[in-house]
């Protein structure tokens, strides 16, 4: 085939003539480009939410909750139970705990890193607390960056009294709360403040996620601090069971556990979860959300293809006599697609080129109104990638009708 | 003439079917995404109570010591106990109740039920005629009882049936945290969305199965839960809170006029500098008094989620209408040579206009009845996600007739610059062409 240089003057002078048509097809590309750019990024902040990392064992974890207890009772309950969910056949770990990541039953407070910080100062560091007895990080996972865990005598000594902040001196916490107290700087050994409370730390751990996470500043959402607690002491605060064991398990061991302790706990009411369950249901909300828009763009360019595809062929309709002249008079099949082609061509990229434009101010319009972020650049030749795609890929149909159109046409008179 | 140009439509239409397939396709697709959306917008900014919202206030006072403050800071969105309960007795509103939410766990008196854990509300009497809450059976308890913190419960029309299978259960006992509590009343089907009068427990949270008097709830030690803020030497724990420096309670009042709630403005500002003279406050008064949707407007209840939603929606919708006017524009002009016989025969320019418009809204009606079903789908998906306000999303009578008016008003739309364009053929030309 003889290839000649795509002639831009024909189909333009042919658009001119077609000016309101050729308009809502650019119009429509546009529409479609900007929705489409900002839908798609929407997702992915989405997609990057629900999967938001934090370093414990997601996998083999089930927990159980105890509601109704007496919480004078705990010192002596919490062991019996504890040693009965160890008992459970697959349970390689089991630890009680205050709160678990996403879980959102969040105790939150601030601290600082000088001695005469009170609550109330400004320049405090809020951090979600999470209270943990024996045996706790092995049964999460946690991964200790730096320095140790609690040992026995701390475990064993720490208790609440009047204030809801435990009667310690020890604190582990997250590489990113670390940072955030102390930027730059090694944590361990280095004390926090809420007066008359003061906490040494003596391990840093991975990040692990608070009960709430923060989608806007993911930095802030791995704030979390774990202190030892004792059973004894525990005023009711150790409400989480955590139990760990092999992925494949976890579904059995939730339902014995969550058996197991009502039989143990008559009066009370057991509750079994996996973490799974836990992360997935956090993030339902987002989940169903992301969808809803994958189902939004999928359907707008399906009409969009559509309506391309049936402005084409109406023009295809009105053109088959100046298409048999074109062929009478030497133009091949290749030549007519390529006419229809280019046409498609130039309508979609004047389409993307407003479509961009639309797409990045809608971005504006939404990061000061909504919480949303900047879309990154990418997004808008991507946006245009996809149109250009598509139009190609619908115009390809009507296209070829016209390439079939015979060179008898010209002669005849409809 | 109408039903002529009808018949006309529907010829016309026939003969294409793939392209009016087209189009009626891309009408309900955008109307039913946009409405899907819409729906839940408007359940969830809906008015919890219509009839009375106007006349319901949710005052704020700030008690809070100097410590960290600031002239321009909102007042606290709860009250502490001491303000509470002196708002309370000062009877200042028409009704007034003060209230927090908490869960109980219920023994029921049948060995086959295990014992379970109810949401419940701690409130004061003026609760019921306040907030106008329908029941099934019985009547709410009086503010004797909440004086003598009686053992009485009211208990949902829900929880009715799944203890009493429905039956009228007043004069019955019910055991809760081991004390028994005499029910007086079920509440018949009552779950005001958003959950206004406590955003703590969830915008569009279920609502309680129990409701029980404030005082009695204090002095058996219920579970309570919700937010508290504290300051100062903030408190020693659950049982001390009545002396708290913490605020955790939630109060509203009913005031039938303007002028009273001028009046209450008033008050609570008078109340402040009374506070702040004995010493007890010490921040200059600082009130607030929003009525119902002030407040929830104030909290930003409705979710940016489903803001964003409705607004990509109707990016969805506007797509789905360009390509329509695209499809008809299209239909309309291949028509020219037809247009063209109707005008040398005399048909006006109006009536050849008028006649397009009827097709337009031909398409319309159907692309509505296509939108509406699709609507119902899309509503039915949101029903099966787990969010709290999902079991809310139902097309009410005056979504469906707005999806109706928005689908044949887009198309007669849509309808508008085709029908212009087709109207200008030159019957002359058209005519030899052929």
């Known amino acids: 085939m003889e290839i000649r240089p795509i002639e831009f003057r024909p189909i333009l002078a042919s658009l001119r003539k077609h000016r309101i048509p050729a308009m809502l097809i650019v119009l429509e590309i546009a529409l479609a480009c900007a929705v489409l750019c900002n839908a798609v990024f929407m997702i992915s902040q989405r997609v990057n939410d629900i999967h938001l990392p934090s370093a414990i064992d997601e996998q083999g974890l089930v927990s159980a909750t105890l509601r109704g207890t007496d919480d004078k009772l705990v010192g002596s309950d919490i062991p019996r139970n504890l040693a009965a969910l160890r008992g459970i056949v697959g349970v390689q770990q089991a630890a009680i705990t205050s709160s678990l990541p996403l879980s959102h039953n969040n105790w939150g407070w601030s601290f600082g890193t000088s001695p005469d910080s009170a609550l109330a100062n400004r320049k405090n560091i809020n951090v979600s607390l999470y209270f943990i007895g024996e045996g706790g990080d092995k049964t999460l996972g946690l991964h200790m960056l730096q320095g140790r865990f609690f040992n026995a005598d701390e475990l064993a000594d720490s208790k609440f009294d009047t204030a809801p902040l435990p009667e310690t001196h020890v604190v582990v916490m997250t590489r990113s709360a670390a940072e955030n107290f102390w930027p730059g700087q090694a944590a361990l050994g280095k004390t926090i403040y809420s007066k008359p409370y003061y906490y040494t730390v003596v391990g840093v751990v991975d990040d692990v996620l608070r009960p709430n996470v923060y989608t806007q500043n993911t930095r802030k959402s791995y704030d979390a601090v774990y202190f030892p607690m004792s059973a004894a002491g525990s005023k009711g605060a150790l409400s989480y069971y955590i139990l760990r064991g092999a992925p494949q398990d976890r579904d059995r061991i939730m339902r014995e556990a969550e058996q197991k302790l009502a039989d143990l706990n008559p009066g009370a009411v057991a509750k079994g979860q996996t973490y799974a369950d836990i992360r997935e249901k956090y993030f339902a909300d987002m989940s169903s959300m992301a969808w809803m828009l994958v189902l939004v763009c999928v359907v707008m360019l399906a009409v969009t293809a559509f309506g391309i595809v049936g402005l084409t062929s109406f023009w295809v309709g009105q053109r088959r006599r100046q298409i048999g002249i074109r062929r009478a008079v030497g133009a091949t099949r290749g030549h007519i697609m390529q006419y229809f082609q280019t046409e498609n061509l130039l309508l979609t990229t004047a389409g993307v080129v407003v479509g961009m434009g639309l797409a990045f101010g809608i971005n504006i319009y939404l990061m000061q109104h909504y919480e949303m972020s900047r879309m990154p650049w990418y997004y808008l030749p991507g946006g245009a990638l996809a149109l250009w795609l598509l139009g190609q890929a619908s115009v390809f149909g009507p296209a070829q009708k016209a390439a079939s159109v015979p060179p008898v046409v010209a002669t005849r008179s409809v | ?434």
């Open chain 2, 1 to 434: 003439m109408f039903s002529y140009y009808l018949d006309l439509a529907l010829r016309s239409l026939r003969r294409n079917k793939a392209l009016t397939a087209l189009m009626v396709v891309a009408i309900a697709l955008g109307i039913g995404a946009s409405m899907t959306t819409l729906t839940v917008l408007h359940v969830l900014s809906g008015d919890p109570l219509p009839e009375k919202s106007s006349k319901l206030f949710y005052p704020q006072i700030d008690p809070q010591d100097m410590d960290g403050y600031k002239p321009q800071d909102d007042p606290p969105a709860q009250v502490t106990w001491l303000d509470g309960i002196a708002l309370l007795h000062a009877k200042r509103g028409d009704h007034q109740a003060l209230m927090t939410g908490g869960a109980v766990p219920v023994q029921p008196a049948q060995s086959s039920i295990e014992p379970f854990f109810e949401d419940a509300r701690y409130t004061t009497a003026d609760f019921f005629p306040m907030f106008d809450v329908p029941l099934l059976f019985g009547r709410p308890w009086t503010s004797a009882d909440d004086d003598s913190h009686a053992r009485v419960v009211l208990i949902s029309r829900k929880l009715n049936d799944k203890l009493f299978q429905g039956h009228d259960s007043t004069g019955q006992t019910l055991r809760m945290e081991d004390a028994a509590f005499r029910i007086i009343g079920v509440l018949d089907g009552w779950r005001p969305s958003p959950h206004f009068y406590d955003l703590n427990s969830g915008n569009y949270s279920e609502d309680e199965g129990v409701f029980v008097p404030l005082t009695t709830a204090r002095e058996l030690k219920f579970g309570r839960s919700g937010s508290m803020d504290c300051w100062g030497k903030g408190s020693g724990g659950e049982d001390d809170l009545e002396a708290a420096s913490c605020v955790w309670l939630q109060f509203w009042v009913e005031l039938d006029s303007p002028a009273k709630a001028a009046a209450y403005k008033e008050y609570l500002l008078h109340y402040s500098q009374e506070q702040k003279t004995l010493g007890r406050f010490q921040r200059p008064p600082n009130v607030r008094l929003p009525d119902l949707m002030g407040w929830l407007d104030y909290n930003k209840v409705v979710p940016g989620d489903v803001r964003l939603q409705a607004w990509l929606a109707f990016g969805f919708l506007l797509v789905c209408l360009v390509n329509t006017v695209g499809l008809m524009l299209a239909k309309f002009l291949r028509r020219s040579s037809e247009l063209g016989v109707r005008r040398a025969l005399g048909a006006s320019k109006r009536a050849v206009f008028a006649q397009l418009l009827v097709e337009a809204g031909t398409i319309g009606l159907a692309g509505g009845i296509g939108g509406l079903l699709l609507a119902f789908v899309g509503l039915w998906l949101v029903r099966m996600q787990p969010s709290d306000y999902a079991s809310l999303a139902r097309l009410d009578l005056p979504m469906l007739l707005a999806t109706f008016l928005l689908a044949i008003g887009a198309s007669l739309l849509a309808g508008l610059l085709p029908a212009w364009r087709a109207c200008q053929v030159t019957p002359a030309l058209q005519l030899k062409s052929n």
